[in-house]
């Protein structure tokens, strides 16, 4: 076969596609072409095949084609080509043009991609490392096209925002629907588009450099490619601001005025797919991927479209004409018309206000509840007009009807709550969760479940007898939001209103997995290729949102758990094909089960938080409360100046957050001021506030003991064993007595850094005790910094894997200790032992086994600090990490005695003194903490208040890792116990538990086999006995944490869930602790426990609990017996 | 107490919640069990492994007089299913098998079986274990996957793996030698097949040959493991154990015989000479250009063949590799192994602090009391599966020795620590990349699976070690299929090239050209038979190149280092 005239090269992307053609006679590029498909790869790809056998005149007897990409592989057979793996193919490119590059990103559409060359000294072989997102599509340029869509910014814009000099804010790059809650957040308090802009690219690299990156460096030269870094130059600055300080940590020395050459986007960055496939063609054997036409193109993606179809796809929505009808009929919204009232009319109502992320709603209610009117805004960047805006509306729309208003009260809701009443001075601001249930209820008397699936929030609220009993919110991932709908129908060309009518045309449609949103965008471009239209590929998203809603997000996959009564609310739900989705699915979930749930849509949809907190302030109303509110009249001249700059930054703690001043000037009044801040403290505006707001929590932290905050704070205290050291010898013949004399004199110097992670949470004292009794002195026992978010962001670039943010963040505090502790004064080695075994109290345990990320994280942070070069060597610090048994003291003796005998100079019997120390000062410890539990439930039994027990693991107690949660709950005015401070003496044992010792259930009060069999993991174990013994107790509240990725926690949510529940009281939960707090979220459920709680008080007072009121009597009675 | 008691009481007992005195508490449901009088009606339904593994290990149980069944394959619904109804959060393995289990159940109700009449006909066999992973609280979420699905009264039996021969048979199966063995045998021969099945498929000449003669090899396998449990005993209904009072010799007499019959029979290897000869009769051309692809991780990611990987097997076929898949046996010896290793770490630090020499030899004496059975079980593991494999051809791959895994993964993955695979997929990406028997290593895993996790944490130092080592680490969640295949392509682009390099090496070392070689090989029919032992080459990977050099050298009349099939000579063998 004769060699080919052109070699034509496709890179077909995600969202674009890229064609280079090669001139095999002039060896040079001819053509290119770069068009985005907007998901029609085939039709693009099509007219530029169209357009280059018309010129140049490529055809099927001098053109050969090679395709790479994402969507590559489906479309190559078709045309003849051949397909290349796109890394493949760029990495191709780049040995042939760049030589002396060492790192290359390249970011698309919706994947990101890093492929290392190293040079290996052994094989003399450069060996490509590459990595590609797997999970979630964060830091790709999808979510610069996301974020730049929501804020309505030109793209030309975008392109003009420079990163050097400009503020920075922090936003969560970890996935791109939260980035986008951080930059609308950051909108609304005033940060200036080009500072988001900045801000964001800050985020995308950040998020390249510590989850793509896996740990590796990316040495110079660095190539930057793909779409992104050619059309935004920001980002290449911003690539240049973090990586030289990278380099600089790694040894590696880039001079100053070099930056801008070693890293760098070529001019044709968007190219080197397609210049690598013609790169890989000219490479392969001449009969390879000759091209066949596009016609075949076309033949064969019909045939594909029917064939899929009938193999894959489902039922369109409407399994029948009547079928949509009979739905429509029961779902339709009837539609809301305002009342009719004669002119001049006084009309009395209440105002409920609802701030949400995404709009602003306000509804005015009368004394009966009905709606009387109702105004709704889309976000426009400032809460503040939104609200003015909103409450115009209304006032106008009085105004028109020619009557007169006269407001009663005035409830917010939503994450503005606060702000609007401080605003307003409105009469309540209720909590999103209770309000959307009083609106709920108020419409449906009997409600088990309420689906509000907003813009950006999805809300689960689960009431029993008109009570909120539980409720999920997404804080560690959006997917599943309305948001999403909405974009997809934008991005198709029909306007959300229109999303339903269009799906319902659907007769079949595409099988979407459901998951991160972001892959939904990859499945969508998947399914377009396969052929789907646009009005399948709808239907089909609007059927994958109650998958992500309920199996994704929720995590609740068997509804009939929850009750049989679902409302329906929240913006999303006005599509009415999101409601015949939720509705299949909700019945298809009671299919078989011989239950018909019963499924509403809210009314009002859209405004149920406004109407909720309306019903509020009317309740507060009718018990006698004064309203105070400012009036509509003067609500709506409110004059305001919003900042949040350098000068508005808070001082008052180390976090030194940037907080939003408000100086508002409500008519008739003086200039007020409100700061809007992310804790109590930052909320004060000068130093006698503070003082003022220090010294109230300080007179709630001392009436409500923390316990965890406690045990985090102690237990690194230094211990006071007795030194049990053998005394040095002062001189010998024998060598190795005078080596075992140097170094027990040396011990007194030697400094040992320990991680504050993990275990070390329950068993630093223990380490501490046996290092210091052989005489290593207190303050050479160095602890690393408590965690923080700046700790982790420095310290854990090397990071390879994602586990549990508890087993994450151990890398950083090794970190922390090298390059702070040790750069200060010099460590000898760093401790982190492969604890194996933990002791484990529960008398019917079948194993004592730690968790077995935590067991083997030391190994994974040598890993990642030894591999590119051995820092620990070139530190001069030994890192020690021997496996140890806690569970044996026996066996513990002689891997303590193993690791320590060369460093310290040990021998077996000044060993065994240590122990005997370490072990009786690890005892103190738990002992003393379970004295004061004791003391903390007298306290709550003799003053009738109810506590908070914590389900967790001791190194939940790290501030760090439950980010502050335990302390907001104590704020709130709840003592906090862990289960590490819950006494075991047998008295309080035998009241709990002694129906259970005479039933015969179990033998021992410490034994949990009666609830649960597979008791082999210490702390699953001891997790689950602290639930029993919350259940039992009258005055106690359980409080599940554990860690996002955590499976051992996966494995017994439902059983402590059950004993929890069993006894009548439900099991908060925060499930998903991870290395971002999302304090909105945060806020949310801490103040709807709050409710909850303040209710279950209330109902205990006046007798509701009847059951527990008789078993806390019997208590009390028998203590005083 | 029958069968219908036993459901009696469970229907009264089975409420999760129970009043005491004044608050109700949560009651874990009662195990039910399986009544000795009821073994040989209940049918016994397990599954979740390789499908060779279920469909051999079926055969022994109806061997042993039970009625049995596997579950279906895992799909697409198997997964929903199993996510619906079990814990959020929990790895794959569980969402597929208990998926499986309530597919397989509906499908009896649509056959028109009552809850009851399932409850009571059927029960589900299961691996019971404990330690540092999830995999032992799997069992508690079967059952609330089945209490969630209406089967509260589904009894659930599991199998001890740390109890090993010593299980409550009073409470569930019968465990006699003549089960035992057949399930020893036939988790080996499963094994291997499974391998060989993987080494020839991509190399057919006619598509579709591959899977028709190991479809027979295994019915033939099938028939031989059901039989061979049942006519000795004479009785095939009854589960048969070893007599406590045999009529004629003793019982260790007895129990050799048992296993001489099982392991040396004339009629089983008479079985796998006929499955040897089937094999070899299949066409290859080995001279396609394919890179190995070896496959470890998470037991149930690299075993299973179908969406609990994203069909990983068959992907991977499809663009043009050939899959070097792990045996099960490699995770028995494992244990085995782990063990031993942990009785020899406690006693070698007891030992550093004992007080007196008594005491220490003492303690040496009790370790090796403890390793030398266990040690033992290892070897013979080892011996039969060679065994089998020399039987069955010689072409199959070695298990590894696992103190050399252990060894090699030392110095990043302490060989004591539990959990999982533990040190075993460090080991083995090193071992197979050392023995030059694999182009990439791809380590599959459910998504989350905390083990493995750590295990790839650790890789990045081994790869740092061993540039030569070529690795992708795969989580597997039933979603996000599209960049998965993206990645493993990505990889495999790598191993694809370095096998064509190996090749190109290989025809410059011969100084012939291709057509010539397959020339020479078409005139001679022996070269292309599947169980053709072609002889390792130190240098290069790639079967092609291996078979060109060695094709090479008959034509230059060397006839050393090979021979035909079923010969004494392996030198396919690795050193």
């Keep these: ?1121 | 107490m029958s069968a219908k008691d036993c459901a009696e009481v469970k229907s009264e007992d089975s409420s999760p919640v129970r009043k005491s005195a004044n608050i109700l508490h949560y009651r874990r449901p009662p195990e039910g069990y399986l009544a000795p009088e009821e073994r040989s009606n209940a049918t016994i339904v397990f599954g979740g492994l390789n499908w060779r593994h279920d469909f051999l290990a079926k055969a022994v149980f109806e061997a042993a007089g039970y009625r049995c069944e596997t579950l279906p394959p895992p799909d697409e619904e198997v997964y929903e299913l199993g996510r619906r109804f079990c814990s959020a959060g929990q790895c794959n393995p569980v969402y597929f098998t208990a998926g499986s289990l309530l597919k397989f159940l509906r499908g009896l109700l649509r056959e028109g079986l009552d809850r009851d009449e399932i409850c009571r006909r059927y029960v589900f066999f299961i691996a019971r274990s404990c330690g540092p992973c999830r995999f032992g609280m799997y069992e508690a979420d079967y059952r609330l996957a089945l209490e969630a699905a209406g089967f509260a009264d589904f009894r659930v039996l599991p199998f001890a793996l740390n109890a090993g021969i010593h299980q409550d048979e009073e409470k569930g199966l019968r465990y006699g030698i003549d089960f035992g063995l057949g399930v020893y045998k036939a988790v080996l021969l499963a094994d291997i097949f499974r391998d060989l099945h993987f080494q020839i498929r991509p190399y057919e000449v006619v598509p579709g040959q591959t899977d028709e003669v190991f479809h027979r090899c295994l019915n033939r396998i099938y028939a031989h493991l059901r039989q061979s449990g049942a006519d000795r005993e004479g009785d095939s209904k009854t589960p048969v154990s070893v007599s406590p009072k045999p009529a004629r010799g003793g019982r260790w007499w007895n129990c050799f015989k048992a296993i001489h019959r099982h392991l040396h029979g004339s009629d089983f290897v008479q079985v796998l000479d006929e499955c040897r000869r089937d094999i070899d009769s299949i066409t290859v051309d080995r001279f396609r250009v394919k890179p190995v692809v070896k496959l470890t991780g998470e037991l149930f990611a690299h075993l299973t063949e179908g969406p609990g990987n994203y069909d990983m097997f068959s992907f991977l076929e499809q663009e043009g590799a050939q899959v070097f898949p792990d045996p099960i046996g490699s995770m028995l010896t494992h244990l085995l192994y782990q063990r031993r290793n942990e009785g020899r770490h406690r006693s070698a630090m007891l030992c550093g602090v004992a007080p007196t020499l008594k005491q220490d030899l003492r303690l040496r004496l009790a370790h090796w009391r403890k390793a030398m059975p266990l040690w033992f079980a290892e070897k013979a593991y080892v011996h039969h599966y060679d065994l089998f494999r020399r039987r069955l051809g010689g072409t199959a791959h070695r298990l590894p020795a696992q103190a050399d895994l252990a060894r090699l993964a030392a110095p990043f993955y302490h060989p004591v620590l539990r959990g999982g695979e533990a040190h075993l997929e460090v080991g083995k990406s090193i071992y197979y990349t050392l023995l030059r028997e694999c182009h990439l290593v791809l380590s599959l895993k459910p998504f989350g699976c905390m083990p493995s996790a750590q295990s790839d944490g650790v890789q990045v130092a081994v790869q740092e070690r061993y540039p030569e080592l070529l690795f992708l680490s795969l989580e597997t969640s039933g979603d996000g299929l599209v960049l998965a295949q993206s990645r493993v392509q990505m990889a495999l682009a790598e191993a694809r090239r370095a096998a064509r390099d190996e090749v190109e090496a290989a025809l410059r070392r011969t100084g012939r050209s291709l057509d010539e070689l397959r020339r020479f090989v078409e005139s001679r029919p022996e070269y292309r038979r599947a169980l053709y032992p072609v002889p390792r080459e130190r240098d290069f990977v790639t079967p092609a190149a291996r078979f060109i050099l060695h094709v090479s050298r008959r034509m230059n009349g060397d006839t050393r280092g090979s021979n035909v099939a079923g010969s004494s000579e392996e030198p396919s063998e690795r050193g």
């Design chain 1, 1 to 1121: 076969m004769t060699a080919s005239r052109f070699v034509l090269g496709v890179d077909v992307g995600s969202t674009t596609v890229k064609a280079v053609l090669w001139d095999c006679e002039h060896a040079l590029i001819c053509w290119k072409d770069y068009r985005r498909h907007g998901a029609n790869q085939r039709g693009r790809l099509r007219e530029m095949l169209v357009g280059l056998e018309q010129e140049p005149g490529i055809s099927p007897k001098n053109c050969r084609i090679f395709l790479t990409g994402s969507g590559a592989s489906e479309i190559a057979p078709l045309v003849g080509g051949r397909y290349v793996q796109e890394v493949h193919a760029v990495a191709l490119q780049v040995e042939r043009s760049h030589q002396g590059v060492r790192s290359v990103v390249e970011l698309g559409g919706q994947d990101a991609k890093i492929i290392l060359f190293r040079q290996s000294p052994k094989t003399a072989r450069t060996r490509k490392i590459s990595h590609m997102n797997d999970k979630c599509a964060g830091g790709t340029g999808a979510v610069i096209d996301r974020i730049t869509a929501k804020l309505g910014l030109d793209p030309e814009f975008v392109r003009t925002v420079r990163y050097q000099g400009r503020s920075l804010h922090p936003v969560a790059g970890k996935c791109g629907v939260f980035a986008e809650t951080d930059i609308t957040n950051l909108r609304n308090r005033g940060v200036p588009p080009e500072e988001l802009v900045a801000s964001l690219f800050d985020a995308l690299v950040l998020q390249n450099l510590t989850v793509l990156a896996r740990g590796n460096t990316l040495f110079p030269d660095v190539l930057l490619l793909g779409g992104p870094h050619f059309f935004f130059p920001g980002l290449v600055e911003a690539w240049r601001a973090h990586l030289p300080r990278l380099w600089r940590e790694r040894g590696e020395e880039v001079p100053e005025d070099e930056i801008d050459r070693r890293i760098y986007a070529p001019p044709d960055a968007q190219y080197f797919g397609a210049l690598g496939a013609v790169a890989y063609g000219l490479e392969e054997a001449a009969e390879e991927g000759w091209y066949r036409g596009w016609r075949s193109l076309d033949e064969a993606g019909n045939q594909l479209r029917s064939v899929t179809k009938c193999r894959e796809g489902l039922p369109g929505p409407a399994a029948s004409p009547q079928d949509l009808r009979a739905f429509l009929e029961a779902y339709r919204p009837p539609s809301w018309e305002p009342s009719e009232w004669p002119e001049g009319r006084l009309i009395s109502g209440f105002l409920g206000i609802d701030g949400g992320s995404t709009s602003t709603k306000a509804v005015v209610i009368s004394e009966h509840g009905k709606l009387l009117a109702k105004a709704y805004r889309l976000s426009r960047g400032n809460p503040l007009q939104d609200l003015i805006e909103v409450l115009k509306e209304i006032r106008g729309d009085f105004l028109r009807r020619q009557v007169e208003l006269r407001l009663l009260g005035v409830g917010t809701t939503g994450y503005l709550k606060d702000l609007f009443r401080d605003l307003l001075q409105a009469d309540v601001a209720l909590v999103e969760t209770v309000a959307h249930a009083k609106a709920a209820l108020r419409f449906q008397r009997q409600v088990d479940v309420i689906v509000d699936v907003g813009g950006q929030d999805i809300k689960l609220v689960v009431l029993r007898e008109g009570h909120v009993k539980d409720f999920m919110l997404n804080s560690q991932c959006s997917a599943g939001n309305g948001f999403y709908l909405q974009a997809t129908s934008e991005g198709f060309g029909y306007p959300v209103e229109k999303y339903a009518e269009v799906a319902f045309r659907a007769e079949a449609m595409p099988n979407f997995g459901y998951g991160c949103a972001v892959f939904l965008q990859a499945d969508i471009v998947n399914f377009q290729r396969q052929g789907w239209r646009p009005e399948e590929i709808l239907a089909g998203l609007a059927y994958v949102l109650p998958k992500n809603v309920w199996l994704y997000v929720a995590r609740i996959p068997h509804l009939p758990s929850l009750g049989t009564r679902f409302v329906l609310q929240g913006g999303t739900h006005r599509n009415l094909a999101a409601v015949k989705a939720q509705v299949d699915y909700i019945r298809e979930q009671f299919r078989g089960s011989g239950v018909e749930p019963q499924i509403t849509v809210h009314p009002h949809c859209g405004e149920a938080g406004a109407v909720g907190a309306a019903l509020e302030a009317a309740r507060l109303w009718r018990s006698g409360r004064e309203s105070r509110f400012i009036g509509l009249d003067r609500a709506v001249e409110i004059r305001f100046n919003a900042r949040c700059d350098e000068q508005t930054r808070c001082f008052y703690c180390t976090n030194r957050c940037v907080r939003t001043f408000l100086d508002v000037e409500v008519p008739g009044t003086e200039v007020r001021r409100l700061i809007t801040a992310s804790c109590e403290k930052g909320a004060a505006e000068s130093v006698e506030d503070l003082r003022r707001v220090k010294a109230r929590l300080d007179s709630v932290k001392a009436a409500n003991p923390n316990l965890a905050e406690t045990a985090a704070r102690e237990v690194w205290k230094p211990q006071h064993p007795l030194r049990v050291a053998d005394e040095p010898r002062r001189w010998s013949f024998r060598p190795w007595v005078r080596r075992r004399s140097e170094l027990i004199r040396r011990r007194g110097n030697f400094r040992v850094g320990i991680p504050r992670v993990l275990n070390f949470y329950q068993y630093a004292p223990f380490f501490s005790a046996y290092l210091q009794s052989l005489g290593v002195r207190p303050e050479n026992i160095v602890f690393s910094d408590y965690t923080s978010s700046r700790l982790y962001r420095e310290g854990a670039q090397r990071g390879v894997i994602d586990p549990c943010y508890p087993a994450k963040v151990a890398l950083a505090h090794v970190h922390n200790l090298l390059v702070v502790k040790h750069r200060r004064k010099r460590l000898d080695c760093i401790f982190f032992p492969l604890i194996t075994k933990i002791p484990c109290w529960v008398a019917d345990s079948s194993g004592e086994d730690a968790c077995c990320t935590v067991a083997a994280t030391p190994q994974t942070v040598r890993a990642a600090m030894t591999r590119e070069v051995d820092v620990f060597e070139q530190e001069g610090v030994v890192y020690l990490a021997p496996l140890l048994d806690l569970a044996d003291r026996a066996l513990l003796a002689g891997e303590m005695f193993e690791a320590w005998e060369a460093m310290l100079g040990l021998t077996p019997e000044e060993n065994d003194r240590a122990m005997e120390q370490a072990w009786a000062a690890q005892e103190r410890f738990e002992g003393g903490l379970r004295r004061r539990g004791k003391e903390v439930l007298e306290m709550l039994e003799r003053e009738g208040r109810i506590g908070i027990l914590i389900l967790g693991r001791p190194y939940h107690q790290d501030p760090g890792v439950h980010h502050g949660l335990f302390d907001r709950l104590q704020e709130l005015g709840y003592p906090i116990l862990t289960p590490g401070s819950l006494p075991l003496d047998p008295d309080v044992l035998e009241r709990l538990f002694a129906d259970d010792l005479r039933e015969g259930v179990v033998g021992d009060p410490l034994e949990i086999g009666d609830v649960w069999v597979n008791a082999y993991s210490t702390n699953s174990s001891q997790k689950i006995w602290a639930a029993k013994f919350a259940a039992r107790h009258p005055l106690l509240v359980a409080v599940d944490v554990s860690s996002f990725n955590c499976g051992h926690d996966a494995a017994i949510a439902r059983v402590c869930e059950a004993v929890v529940e069993a006894s009548g009281r439900p099991l908060f939960a925060f499930r998903d602790l991870d290395e971002n707090r999302p304090t909105g979220t945060f806020q949310i459920r801490l103040e709807t426990i709050d409710y909850f709680l303040k209710e279950f008080g209330q109902g205990r007072e006046k007798g509701l609990r009847k059951p527990c009121l008789e078993s806390q009597e019997k208590l009390l009675s028998s203590r005083a017996g």
